[in-house]
Structures are given as structure tokens and as C-alpha cells.
């Protein structure tokens, strides 16, 4: 029998039977007070038996739809996200429910996370490879909150993985959920709409791994992802030009970027 009142939901936007998808799964460990949504558009995934698992059917739409979906029946004050991908360390839950049980003001938290290439090889962690980001923090060893301008630091670099994320259930229902019009930018869009309601925190400690995409499917996505960015830029470049304009011009450096390597691909 499912636990009455779990203290964490774990919503995954999954897509059939994958071997990827187990092994996500086995990543969150033995934490007892938790669901497991597992949403799927298709067939019903194979999935270990575990109690703690709910299925969820979708009507199509995506990944951020699948999530809505997952977060509108989410029972539990606190929801995390993890991509059928991606993996969890043995301490993130552990570590991460401490933070929100020490700060229940946090409305979002997220961890540093390692970058896996297609052919397993590390790309490194992404705090180490943010720039302004990683320069600001340089030093700190424990979880902090980012302060009054946590808008303008997610706008300007791309530090958060969906799949270290832990946020209030209510504020992200509050907040709108996921655009799934947005696409692959609809997190980063969810995530600077939270800052901009409660504080922002960060625990600089490797506790995911991020499995990127194949070249081939970046390539047939790069053009649909470079024009959700801009989509979302321009809808919180107000906002962020009132905290700090530097935020915005590293934001438009790193779609220049982008561009570039689509222009790149192309050829």
C-alpha cells in the first residue's frame, strides 16, 4: 500500500520501456517517504516492483506536459524532477530534504551535476564550467541561498538540471507549472518564475549525472531549442534588466553561441 502522506514526489516523464529508465530509477534508492510518478504517453514502462511507483498516462504534448500531469497529482510539499536518463548520487534526497527542512522559505534548490556524453565520457561538473556563476561562488563548500538577484544568475547562465531540482509543490502549481509550448526551454522558464516568487538555493556538491542527448538528435533540435530561449529571454528581459544588465548580455552571449553551433551543424 502507496504511504498516506508522502513527503516527496518524484515526478518522470518517461517514454515506453527503458533501460535507462530502471536504472533512474534504482538511482533514488530505498527513501521510504516518497511517490514515484512515472508518467508515460505510450505503453506502460517496465519498471522495478516497487510500491512507490504510480503510473500516470498522458495524452501526448511532451516531456513538460507529462510533468504538469505528474505535478497536478503530486500529494507530497516538496516535487523532484528526474529525466528517465539521468541518475541520482546515493546522498541527494538525504541532502536536499535537509536543505528545505532547514529552510522552509527555499522555494527552488538544485545541485552541481556532471555532464555524461553520449559516449560515457565526463564532461565535467556544471559549476565548475559556469563562468560568472562559477566566479561569484568560487569557495563555497555548503548550501547557500543566491540572494535578492537569483532572477538575473539563472537568466544569465544555464547552471540548473532539471534533474537536481527540488522546489514547493504549491509555488510551482502557483507559478504555472511548465510551458509546453517552450519545449526544452520550459524549465528554464519555470525555474526564473520561481525566483522571482521565493529564494533560490544551491548545494555546490556533484549529487546527479546528466546524460546529454545524441549528436544527431541535438542537431534536429537545435533550431527549435535556440528559438524557445530567445522565446523565454525576451519574456523575462524586463525583469532581469531591473536587477543587473550584465545578466542580460551574458544571456544574449550565450544564444550567439548557440546560433553559432546550429550554423555549424548545418554544415
Avoid: Y
Avoid at 533512474?24 to 530505498?30: E, K, M, N
Amino acid at each position: 500500500m502507496p504511504i498516506t502522506v508522502p513527503e516527496l514526489s518524484i515526478i518522470i516523464p518517461a517514454d515506453g520501456a527503458t533501460t535507462g529508465l530502471r536504472r533512474a530509477i534504482d538511482s533514488i534508492g530505498t527513501f521510504a517517504s516518497c511517490e514515484i510518478l512515472v508518467v508515460t504517453e505510450r505503453h506502460a514502462p517496465e519498471v522495478p516492483a516497487d510500491p512507490r511507483i504510480v503510473p500516470l498516462r498522458a495524452q501526448g504534448h511532451g516531456a513538460n506536459a507529462a510533468r504538469n500531469l505528474g505535478l497536478a497529482v503530486a500529494r507530497a510539499p516538496l516535487v523532484a524532477f528526474l529525466n528517465p536518463q539521468d541518475r541520482w548520487s546515493a546522498s541527494k534526497l538525504e541532502n536536499q530534504m535537509l536543505l528545505h527542512s532547514d529552510r522552509s522559505d527555499i522555494g527552488l534548490s538544485f545541485t552541481d551535476h556532471v555532464l555524461i556524453g553520449p559516449d560515457a565520457r565526463d564532461h565535467g561538473s556544471v559549476l565548475d564550467l559556469a563562468g560568472a556563476f562559477g566566479t561569484r561562488h568560487a569557495g563555497r563548500s555548503l548550501p547557500f541561498a543566491l540572494g535578492e538577484d537569483a532572477l538575473a544568475q539563472l537568466f544569465a547562465e544555464d547552471v540548473v538540471g532539471i534533474s537536481t531540482v527540488m522546489v514547493q509543490t504549491a509555488l510551482l502549481r502557483d507559478s504555472g507549472g511548465f510551458d509546453p509550448g517552450l519545449a526544452a526551454a520550459a524549465p528554464w522558464d519555470a525555474w526564473l518564475r520561481l525566483a522571482t516568487m521565493a529564494p533560490v538555493a544551491c548545494i555546490p556538491w556533484v549529487l546527479a549525472e546528466q546524460t546529454l542527448p545524441a549528436h544527431a538528435r541535438q542537431r534536429e533540435e537545435a533550431a527549435a531549442r535556440l528559438a524557445s530561449m530567445r522565446k523565454v529571454a525576451r519574456r523575462h528581459r524586463d525583469a532581469v534588466l531591473c536587477q543587473d544588465v550584465m545578466a542580460v548580455r551574458q544571456c544574449a552571449a550565450r544564444l550567439l553561441v548557440r546560433e553559432a553551433e546550429q550554423g555549424v551543424w548545418r554544415h
